[in-house]
């Protein structure tokens, strides 16, 4: 079937490591994008991508770095200078256009140790 | 003003009743429309596009105003799993807008 994997479904950080959340999509999408949940509030866009080799700066993209060397694959990197990373981290895929819906994977919940 | 705001709820509804959402968007000259519904700790997913005559699926009704600039939802004959936060989405300048969401509690 195809969709999106994420993972690690659960992860853990320490004060100052970098960790790396994996997304990977068999749909065939061009667009890919990365979205923090934090409790009570709306989904932020953190990046996203349109196509291979190019991505953009979401409303949120201090303390994250992402990279798309394969149209599949759209990891998502937190570095130690975001300061408050807990959250529930979502991918997500559109075929192409922004108006269309996104298909989600089922996230990634990162805590601090 | 909030790109999206949604009512947060929750909404206290008995089963078999019908209750209606609305969400109120800033960008009037968003396109795309969308009702997601996220399960606690899932994922958001879609449950129906917006379109501007008005469209229907099964329980599910969903209007767009673009005069007063909202969209919503309408449920009929609730049951206790439609129990969920219902996400409104507006497509703005190459990214989707997500509202906070309103949550749904049907009740038997």
């Known amino acids: 079937d195809g969709g999106i994997t994420q993972s690690p479904k659960y992860l853990f950080r320490k004060e100052g490591q970098n960790v790396t959340l994996s997304c990977e999509q068999n749909l065939n999408h061009d667009a890919m994008y990365w979205y923090r949940q934090d409790p009570g509030q709306g989904l932020r866009l953190i990046y996203y991508?349109?196509?291979?080799?190019?991505?953009q700066k979401g409303d949120i993209a201090e303390g994250y770095s992402v990279s798309r060397e394969k149209k599949e694959s759209f990891p998502l990197t937190v570095t130690s200078a975001q300061k408050n990373p807990t959250a529930f981290y979502l991918c997500a895929s559109t075929p192409g256009q922004v108006n269309q819906p996104q298909h989600f994977g089922d996230g990634t919940r990162l805590s601090i140790l | 003003r909030k790109e999206v705001e949604q009512d947060p709820g929750p909404f206290n509804v008995p089963e078999g009743a019908t209750v209606a959402f609305n969400c109120t968007y800033s960008n009037s000259a968003s396109q795309s429309f969308f009702w997601y519904r996220q399960d606690c700790r899932k994922e958001p997913k879609l449950l129906m596009s917006v379109y501007s005559s008005g469209n229907e699926d099964g329980r599910f009704t969903a209007q767009l105003n673009r005069a007063s600039q909202y969209i919503s939802l309408l449920i009929r004959d609730s049951k206790l799993s439609d129990s969920a936060t219902y996400l409104c989405?507006?497509?703005?300048?190459?990214?989707?807008?997500f509202g906070t969401g309103t949550r749904l509690l049907v009740s038997p």
């Open positions: 989405v507006v497509a703005g300048f190459q990214k989707l807008v």
């Open positions: 991508s349109q196509i291979v080799n190019d991505f």
